[in-house]
Structure formats: structure tokens, C-alpha cells
């Protein structure tokens, strides 16, 4: 078997059907819950040995935590750590992984509609919180109006997981000032409505951007029909 072949098959079997067939047509809470039930035995796997050469699958979790690094040096000063952040659709944990082992911040919580990728996350024991909850319009009880200095968000502004209008929830929870960091590969496809709520959220003085740069998304073993090498990085400033 030809290595191309080899690599695809692999990737094949980390990556689900499922995860290509989910759209905004379809999506549901239950729909994303079944998708995660599906992936998430074999999740990790998938982002960090991917490619039959060893190389990640994915690179959202690392890209987000540069971002928010960079974005968070400047605006509170490198050594301060122990930020409250919350890390929407946390998953697995591998982006808090990533916030606590190789930028040192702690005061991490977790959220996810997935209870089988959060029974990961709690075993990795880096969430100081976790909350079980679907990020849609609804208000999520748990969470008190600016309670956050940041809100993190890697690999789940995509197409058929977090619609646009739950941004108005999420800037909900950062306090004026902090920041919202995520990534999104599907920022200027207009059936996702993200480029035009996020510009919406700026004209109507909820906040500011502060970066959008291209990032590493997908690995070399790209999903057919989901083929995101790179995404937005996205940073805003609630005001
Ligand atoms: C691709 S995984 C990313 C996990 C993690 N952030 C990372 O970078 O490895 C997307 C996660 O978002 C969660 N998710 C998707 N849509 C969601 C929603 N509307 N509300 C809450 N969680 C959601 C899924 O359950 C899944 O665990």
C-alpha cells in the first residue's frame, strides 16, 4: 500500500463520517453529542498523531494557545497567571493542556455538551470548574455576567457546533476588558454568519478586535470535504 494510502486509511479510522456530515442544516445539541460520543475514545489520537508520520491531525489547541498567550502578555503582562479562563467546548482538555503545561495559567475552566469528551477532561485534572452545558442562545445558569477575564474557544467555531448567535452569550461572560480568543476556519463562509455577527458585535460597541491572522488548523492529512490547513485566529476585546 502506497504511504498516501496508508495515511488516509488511518486518518479514516480517527476521524468520523460523522464529523463530515454535520452541517447547519442538521445540527442539533443531541446530533453534536452523538458525533462526540462516536470520536471522543479515539479524539485525542486523532489530534495528536494524525498523520501516519506522526504529526498532529490537528493544530487548533496549540494555535489558540499562542494566540492567546501573545494577546494576553500584552494586555495584563506576562506573569500574570492566574487569569479566570474559560475554554468553551473544551473537549478533551487538550487546549487547556496546552494553557497550563506550556503557558503556566491555572485558573482554567471547562465547558462542553459532551459529558463522554468531559470524562476525559476531568481526568486530566487541569480544570479548576467544569460545566456541562450546550453554548447556544440560552443563558448558561452556571455562569455569572462578566465572571471571565477570557473565554477561549479551539475547534468549535465550525460548520454545525457553536451558531454565531451564541456569541452574544459568550461576550456575556468576559468582563469589560478581557478577551476572547478562537479559532475559526470558516470565518468568511457566509452560511456560518460568523464574519457578519462578529462585525455586528464591533459596530454595536460590544468589542473590539484585536488580531486576525492565519493560523495552522488541520495537519497534513486533511478530511476530504473539511480541508482546513489553516483557520482565523481570532482575538476581541470586550468593551
Ligand atoms: C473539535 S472539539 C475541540 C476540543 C478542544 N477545544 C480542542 O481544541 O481539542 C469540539 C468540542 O466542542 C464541543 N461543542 C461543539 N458544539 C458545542 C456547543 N454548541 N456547546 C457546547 N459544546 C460544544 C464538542 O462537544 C467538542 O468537545
Redesign the pocket.
Known amino acids: 500500500m502506497a504511504i498516501g494510502d496508508m495515511a488516509e486509511e488511518r486518518y479514516a479510522l480517527h476521524y468520523p463520517q460523522e464529523a463530515l456530515e454535520i452541517n447547519w442544516n442538521n445540527t442539533s445539541?443531541e446530533k453534536?453529542?452523538e458525533?462526540?460520543k462516536i470520536w471522543a475514545g479515539n479524539?485525542d489520537r486523532w489530534?495528536l498523531e494524525g498523520s501516519a508520520n506522526g504529526a498532529p491531525g490537528?493544530y487548533?489547541?496549540l494555535s489558540?494557545g499562542e494566540a492567546f498567550f501573545n494577546a494576553a502578555k500584552d494586555l495584563y503582562g506576562e506573569s500574570k497567571k492566574d487569569l479566570k479562563i474559560l475554554?468553551?467546548?473544551?473537549?478533551?482538555?487538550?487546549?487547556g493542556q496546552v494553557l497550563k503545561d506550556k503557558y503556566g495559567y491555572d485558573n482554567l475552566t471547562g465547558?462542553?455538551?459532551?459529558e463522554d469528551?468531559l470524562d476525559i477532561a476531568r481526568q486530566r485534572k487541569i480544570y479548576k470548574t467544569i460545566i456541562s452545558?450546550?453554548?447556544?442562545t440560552d443563558r448558561v445558569k452556571e455562569i455569572q455576567d462578566g465572571e471571565y477575564d477570557a473565554v477561549i474557544?479551539?475547534?468549535?467555531f465550525?460548520t454545525g457546533?457553536?451558531?454565531a448567535k451564541?456569541l452574544d452569550e459568550i461576550t456575556r461572560w468576559i468582563k469589560p476588558g478581557g478577551i476572547m480568543c478562537f479559532t475559526c476556519p470558516v470565518f468568511d463562509k457566509e452560511e456560518s454568519g460568523y464574519k457578519e455577527k462578529c462585525e455586528s458585535l464591533e459596530k454595536e460597541g460590544k468589542w473590539t478586535l484585536v488580531s486576525n491572522k492565519e493560523a495552522e488548523y488541520y495537519g497534513d492529512q486533511i478530511p476530504k470535504g473539511r480541508g482546513y490547513k489553516t483557520c482565523r485566529m481570532l482575538v476581541y476585546k470586550k468593551l
Open positions: 445539541k453534536i453529542q458525533l462526540f479524539y489530534v490537528c487548533s489547541h489558540c475554554d468553551c467546548g473544551c473537549g478533551s482538555g487538550l487546549s465547558l462542553d455538551v459532551s469528551m452545558a450546550f453554548v447556544g474557544s479551539s475547534g468549535v465550525q457546533l457553536v451558531r451564541a
